[in-house]
């Protein structure tokens, strides 16, 4: 079956501070790759997603970055952290059949917080 | 461009009452659409979904939804909830042929006893 491993699960950073954001995906093979941020009272917002290697779409402009450097390696980055990149990180990818009908099984999240 | 609106942010209902969580959609094109349903602190799992056919789908958990192609609605509705079910509940869309997901904000369902 398809997963996604995600670390860290909670991350404190001070403003200012780097950021890196893993995820893995075990059970598939060349996946669409998704980082979704969820915020307090404002759902789940698409960042990122990646069709493959070396391959990004930004949805929003924002304080972050993605990476894909392998094929089922999706990496979120920040040189430097804002108060409002706070929130709750999730990486998604394709069921297998996903790149038909939509359907993206998720991994567990990453908490980060900044200070 | 699609979008989403689950006009209820919180339901609070009491256990073994039925449930239906509102769902509204935008879009110019045909669509797939998706419950997802999200407990605390974990990653998001899939309730249901409508691709095509009957416009009455069943999921896991006990629910259900209807398309409503004429009101672009897909709400969700079980008859009877649990304490279990409490959890946060996302309505979903893509046009076919698929590129991206769009979500609503969530519905935070509440089950008292």
């Known amino acids: 079956s398809q997963t996604i491993h995600q670390w860290p699960a909670t991350l404190v950073q001070p403003v200012g501070s780097p950021l890196s954001l893993e995820c893995t995906v075990e059970g598939t093979s060349n996946p669409n790759l998704y980082w979704y941020r969820q915020a307090a009272g404002r759902g789940l917002q698409l960042l990122f997603y990646s069709v493959g290697i070396g391959q990004i779409s930004s949805e929003v402009p924002q304080n972050l970055s993605a990476s894909r450097p392998q094929d089922r390696q999706f990496i979120l980055s920040s040189k430097k952290l804002l108060l409002s990149d706070s929130g709750f990180y999730l990486c998604?990818?394709?069921?297998?059949?996903?790149?038909?009908?939509?359907?993206?099984?998720f991994g567990e999240g990453s908490r980060l917080t900044v200070l | 461009a699609q979008s989403v609106t689950q006009l209820d942010s919180q339901v609070p209902v009491f256990e073994e009452a039925p449930v239906e969580l509102r769902c509204n959609y935008s879009?110019?094109?045909?669509?797939?659409l998706f419950w997802y349903v999200q407990y605390p602190n974990q990653g998001l799992q899939l309730l249901l979904k409508?691709?095509?056919?009957?416009?009455l789908v069943k999921g896991i958990n006990g629910f259900e939804a209807e398309f409503n192609k004429s009101q672009t609605s897909f709400h969700l509705r079980k008859p009877s909830v649990h304490i279990s079910d409490t959890a946060e509940y996302f309505c979903a869309v893509t046009p076919t042929g698929f590129q991206k997901l769009v979500f609503g904000t969530g519905t935070r369902l509440l089950v008292s006893p």
């Open positions: 879009s110019s094109v045909s669509v797939y």
């Open positions: 998604a990818g394709d069921r297998d059949s996903g790149w038909v009908t939509g359907e993206l099984f």
């Open positions: 409508y691709l095509s056919g009957s416009t």
